[in-house]
């Protein structure tokens, strides 16, 4: 089982940034793949972006490319979503997820909020 705990979401003019953080539970974090998606009022969750175990590869969804990277820090057990150049488009509740390679999104976290106002 892994726990993940989100934090660092927060209320932001547009333009500005904000870094999500996500901390496992479980040591074996190495090995898992980790992810950000995000789920606005009314809609459906939607990806956006993961980072492979070892780091070395990132995948972004179109809304996220050249605005936000994603990153891990193993000896935290920590990943990170920086976020920059927030639109109001980009306010959401922001999920962290964790999957053993080529599975399905097993794991989540409980959601922090993430506002941008115009």
């Known amino acids: 089982q892994v726990q993940l705990v989100e934090s660092g979401g927060g209320l932001v003019q547009a333009g500005g940034s904000l870094r999500l953080s996500c901390v496992a539970s479980r040591r074996t974090f190495s090995s898992y793949t980790m992810g950000w998606f995000r789920q606005a009022p009314g809609k459906e969750r939607e990806f956006v972006a993961d980072i492979s175990w070892s780091g070395g590869s990132t995948s972004y969804a179109d809304s996220a490319k050249g605005r936000f990277t994603i990153s891990r820090d193993s000896a935290k057990n920590t990943v990170y979503l920086q976020m920059n150049s927030l639109k109001p488009e980009d306010t959401a509740d922001y999920y962290c997820?964790?999957?053993?390679?080529?599975?399905?999104?097993?794991?989540w976290g409980q959601g922090t909020q993430v506002t941008v106002s115009s």
């Open positions: 997820a964790a999957k053993v390679p080529g599975a399905a999104w097993d794991y």
